[in-house]
């Protein structure tokens, strides 16, 4: 689809830039190869009109021409409310040829483009609690790439820096994606295999919180970290994705204990640690961790 013997030309608008525009110019490198796109910030309409892909600028959306603006009347919104951003209505349709996986685009239009997009749209996506302190979220760490006032720094250099770690973020998020999708594809089979499925055991480590979406697992067992030790965690599944609040806990009277004292304690002999939220057991073997899933109630 896209030859190496060619230079793409890709335009956004000119002046301060946000998540929406460095995001999408970060996804479009990936998509034809850096080394065979450039890019022009500018609001001319000559230019824009003489570019390969606009995104974010000149009021049009339309795939066949490859423009990504959503300022204009009409823009798209997702069945869920959020309105479509430039960001978001490429990642629509190049997600996943970049990713190389439907799972993984969809990971990253969920918890990537969604948020860059309500932002960039003026969609507020949560309520202050009465800690009344606000996330810092993505946009701000974009917006610290823009020239601070009385700065003589160059907007379009910052703008590469910004699209420079755009673009590691969303790499490194292609890369935990096609994780997570492997590491869902173990535990379905564990799961499915396991008779007691309130317990389920790992040859591998294995994430705690991918096994939420199992509402009958309440402990998992795995090694803890082959690579720097031979220990065994017993982890208390949360109850979902929303809280810390755990499904089972380990015994209060091991609550914060380390070593000799969660020892004589718990009775197992190579106990290393319980936190003292008493959702995570360690142990020095699989028996222990396993003793351990089995005292979580």
Same mark, same amino acid.
């Given at each position: 689809?896209?030859?190496?013997?060619?230079?793409?030309?890709?335009?956004?608008? +000119?002046? %301060?830039?946000?998540?929406?525009? /460095?995001? +999408?110019?970060?996804?479009?490198?990936?998509? =034809?190869?850096?080394?065979?796109?450039?890019?022009?910030?500018?609001?001319?309409?000559?230019? &824009?009109?003489?570019?390969?892909?606009?995104?974010?600028?000149?009021? @049009?959306?339309?795939?066949?021409?490859?423009?990504?603006?959503?300022?204009?009347?009409?823009?798209?919104?997702?069945?869920? $409310?959020?309105?479509?951003?430039?960001?978001?209505?490429?990642?629509?349709?190049? $997600?996943?040829?970049?990713?190389? *996986?439907?799972?993984?685009?969809?990971?990253?239009?969920?918890? =990537?483009?969604?948020?860059?997009?309500?932002?960039?749209?003026?969609?507020? =996506?949560?309520?202050?609690?009465?800690?009344?302190?606000?996330?810092?979220?993505?946009?701000?760490?974009?917006?610290?790439?823009?020239?601070?006032?009385? +700065?003589?720094?160059?907007?379009?250099?910052?703008?590469?820096?910004?699209?420079?770690?755009?673009?590691?973020?969303?790499?490194?998020?292609?890369?935990?994606?096609?994780?997570?999708?492997?590491?869902?594809?173990?535990?379905?089979?564990?799961?499915?295999?396991?008779?007691?499925?309130?317990? =389920?055991?790992?040859? /591998?480590? /294995?994430?705690?919180?991918? @096994?939420?979406?199992?509402?009958?697992?309440?402990? &998992?067992?795995?090694?803890?970290?082959?690579?720097?030790?031979?220990?065994?965690?017993?982890?208390?599944?949360?109850?979902?994705?929303?809280?810390?609040?755990?499904?089972?806990?380990?015994?209060? %009277?091991?609550?914060?204990?380390? +070593?000799?004292?969660?020892?004589?304690? *718990?009775?197992?002999?190579?106990?290393?640690?319980?936190?003292?939220?008493?959702?995570?057991? /360690?142990?020095?073997?699989?028996?222990?961790?396993?003793?351990?899933?089995?005292?979580?109630?």
């Amino acid at each position: 689809m896209y030859s190496d013997e060619h230079m793409y030309t890709i335009v956004t608008h +000119s002046g %301060s830039f946000h998540a929406d525009d /460095v995001f +999408s110019i970060a996804a479009f490198q990936m998509l =034809l190869g850096i080394e065979n796109t450039t890019f022009n910030r500018t609001r001319d309409e000559a230019v &824009i009109a003489a570019a390969d892909y606009v995104v974010d600028v000149g009021g @049009v959306y339309n795939h066949v021409t490859k423009r990504y603006d959503h300022h204009q009347p009409g823009a798209p919104v997702r069945e869920n $409310g959020i309105p479509y951003a430039g960001f978001g209505l490429m990642w629509r349709h190049y $997600g996943q040829e970049i990713t190389g *996986s439907t799972d993984t685009a969809n990971y990253i239009e969920e918890h =990537l483009c969604q948020p860059i997009d309500a932002g960039d749209n003026g969609v507020t =996506l949560y309520e202050l609690n009465d800690y009344q302190v606000k996330p810092f979220e993505l946009y701000n760490f974009v917006s610290l790439y823009n020239p601070p006032w009385g +700065s003589t720094e160059s907007r379009d250099e910052q703008f590469i820096k910004a699209v420079d770690w755009a673009r590691a973020v969303l790499e490194r998020m292609i890369i935990k994606g096609k994780a997570a999708e492997r590491q869902n594809q173990l535990i379905a089979a564990v799961y499915e295999a396991a008779s007691d499925k309130t317990l =389920l055991e790992f040859t /591998v480590p /294995v994430s705690m919180m991918a @096994v939420v979406q199992y509402p009958d697992v309440h402990v &998992i067992v795995c090694p803890d970290d082959p690579a720097t030790n031979d220990n065994w965690t017993a982890t208390c599944v949360r109850k979902d994705f929303n809280t810390f609040a755990s499904r089972v806990s380990f015994p209060e %009277s091991w609550a914060g204990l380390r +070593s000799a004292e969660l020892a004589a304690q *718990s009775g197992l002999a190579d106990a290393v640690f319980c936190h003292k939220a008493r959702f995570l057991f /360690v142990g020095g073997s699989k028996q222990s961790a396993l003793a351990a899933a089995q005292q979580a109630t």
